[in-house]
């Protein structure tokens, strides 16, 4: 008999379960502080000289947050985008899409730690 | 499923454009594409950390386009896109635990979701704006 439960313990047919919808929760919730800190961390610099912007980013603090909010962004990112695609795109093009979402979210996510090390750890 | 290959007519639920739109509805939509301009948002975001890291010149050219009107409009519009989805956002991790699904409080959520979303993003530029001396 195929109770309820046998079929969670099998993770059904993706074999993940609910992992993705648990991911996107989790970083959903570090998305909320983490997105406050960037807005205030702009909009405090407004106008600021490149030597005011680079000294703020060197802070071992604020570039620890921004890695934190760049990799759980880039991972919220991919999620969405994906459940985006499956949606709208079907046959070939769904699967050439989410390619390129996780490709996207996978650049622009290393681009900012590359950038966010750089600046912090020096060149 | 989509590319499922059956001759037979099988009854459809209804399409999309059949519902009278309704707050709620365009809610979701709003929550989606709002979540699709984040991930714009996001180069933009990786645009100015490369430039920070890159050196000053770059650094001048990304807020020279910043500074821009058409600069100033993507960020406004960034701005906006983010703080929406970050409360729709929190309105959907309230609905997981179970709680405001009535609704009356669907309804609230929704006007609550787009005043303060407006609100907020007002009083960003408000700041920003006063940060430089604009008033």
């Known amino acids: 008999m195929a109770t309820p439960l046998k079929r969670v313990r099998g993770l059904g047919a993706a074999h993940r379960g609910?992992?993705?919808?648990?991911r996107q929760r989790v970083t959903a919730v570090a998305n909320i502080p983490l997105v406050i800190f960037l807005i205030l961390s702009i909009v405090s610099h407004i106008g600021a000289s490149y030597t005011e912007v680079k000294a703020y980013f060197a802070q071992p603090i604020v570039?620890?947050?921004?890695?934190?909010?760049?990799?759980?962004?880039?991972?919220?990112?991919r999620i969405g985008l994906?459940?985006?695609?499956?949606?709208?795109?079907?046959?070939?093009?769904?699967?050439?899409a989410i390619l390129l979402a996780t490709f996207f979210a996978a650049g622009v996510g290393l681009a900012c730690v590359v950038a966010i090390l750089k600046i912090s750890l020096g060149s | 499923m989509g590319n499922a290959k059956s001759g037979a007519e099988r009854p459809l639920s209804p399409h999309l454009q059949i519902y009278r739109p309704m707050l709620t509805m365009m809610m979701s939509i709003a929550h989606r594409i709002s979540g699709a301009a984040n991930a714009v948002?996001?180069?933009?975001?990786?645009?100015?950390?490369?430039?920070?890291?890159?050196?000053?010149e770059p650094y001048a050219q990304v807020s020279s386009f910043f500074g821009s009107l058409a600069g100033r409009?993507?960020?406004?519009?960034?701005?906006?896109s983010?703080?929406?989805?970050m409360l729709g956002g929190i309105r959907h991790l309230i609905w997981d635990t179970g709680t405001g699904l009535d609704k009356t409080s669907i309804e609230v959520f929704a006007w609550l979701t787009i005043i303060s979303s407006i609100v907020l993003t007002v009083l960003v530029w408000v700041a920003g704006y006063a940060l430089m001396g604009a008033f």
């Open chain 1, 18 to 22: 609910t992992e993705t919808f648990w």
């Open chain 1, 82 to 96: 994906k459940e985006i695609i499956e949606d709208y795109v079907h046959g070939g093009a769904k699967v050439v």
């Open chain 1, 63 to 77: 570039a620890l947050l921004m890695l934190a909010l760049v990799i759980s962004a880039a991972i919220h990112m």
């Open chain 2, 82 to 85: 983010l703080l929406h989805h």
């Open chain 2, 41 to 56: 948002g996001f180069l933009l975001l990786a645009w100015w950390l490369v430039a920070i890291a890159v050196g000053p």
């Open chain 2, 73 to 80: 409009t993507l960020l406004f519009l960034f701005s906006w």
